[in-house]
């Protein structure tokens, strides 16, 4: 089974940036198009970021464009979202997982790592 496990949340004042980061691990998952979402109280999950494994291709949320940077690191099997310029509003807990278009590609998600960006 494919294992997510998300890391560098945390609490930021608004205009601060912190960098998250997904550790995968699965037979054949390093193929896969990988992708952030967020979940912020109240809201439905969202699509943040994706990225191709070979990261050849990427997406950004018209929300965070300019302000995030998804990358990945194929010699640590990590995806990390370099999150500049937060807002109050970026005040989530964020997940990664592989990705189909702007969905999740399974129903199986990890933990998620917090961030809070305080004005």
């Known amino acids: 089974q494919v294992q997510l496990a998300e890391s560098g949340g945390g609490l930021v004042q608004a205009g601060g940036s912190l960098r998250l980061s997904c550790a995968a691990s699965g037979r054949t998952f390093s193929g896969y198009t990988m992708g952030w979402f967020r979940q912020a109280p109240g809201k439905e999950r969202e699509f943040v970021a994706r990225?191709?494994?070979?990261?050849?291709?990427?997406l950004y949320a018209d929300s965070v464009k300019g302000r995030f940077t998804i990358a990945r690191d194929n010699a640590k099997n990590t995806v990390n979202l370099q999150m500049n310029s937060l807002k109050p509003e970026d005040t989530a807990v964020y997940y990664c997982a592989p990705i189909s278009g702007t969905r999740p590609l399974f129903d199986y998600w990890g933990q998620g790592t917090q961030v809070t960006v305080s004005s």
């Open positions: 990225i191709s494994w070979n990261g050849a291709n990427t």
